[in-house]
């Protein structure tokens, strides 16, 4: 009787920690909130997020011009292309998952960033970037959360 109430225990501990597994859904609009951010920078904009199999495009719009970023969720780097007409650059984000957390890296020739984003237990995006700056040999972390609207 006891081996049977072990076992019937083992098996929902298993299956709770394979639910647990999830990654998070990051898909909706979502605004940033200024009382619980410490940007670098500024705070940036509201964001929309889109999902379509390994693909997250993240778009931004600013007095009604939009930009877009897309992370590819499964390693495989990715492409962006960023900056104002005439004076864009390429830019390769790498994004895996470490456990519920996305974490992306991508850097240029003056600076080495690492995100870090992750939905917390209240339901609000935490983005977390560690800006490395190779001339300054100083780092600096910047914190956004953003509620969902949508």
């Not at 909706?28 to 509201?46: E, F, H, N, V, Y």
Request: proline share 5%; no cysteine; hydrophobic share 35%.
């Amino acid at each position: 009787m006891k081996r049977a109430i072990l076992s019937t225990a083992l098996a929902v501990a298993l299956v709770a920690g394979v639910s647990g597994q999830d990654k998070p859904n990051f898909v909706g609009t979502w605004k940033p909130d200024p009382a619980r951010s410490k940007p670098i920078g500024g705070l940036g904009p509201t964001q929309t997020i889109t999902t379509e199999g390994s693909k997250m495009t993240i778009t931004r719009t600013v007095a009604g011009n939009s930009a877009s970023t897309v992370y590819l969720l499964d390693g495989t780097p990715s492409k962006n292309v960023s900056g104002p007409a005439g004076k864009q650059i390429e830019i390769t984000y790498t994004s895996k998952w470490e456990g519920h957390v996305l974490v992306t890296t991508w850097s240029s020739p003056a600076i080495a960033n690492i995100e870090r984003r992750s939905i917390e237990a209240d339901g609000t995006m935490k983005v977390e970037v560690t800006h490395s700056l190779t001339k300054e040999l100083k780092t600096e972390v910047s914190l956004r959360v953003f509620d969902r609207i949508k």
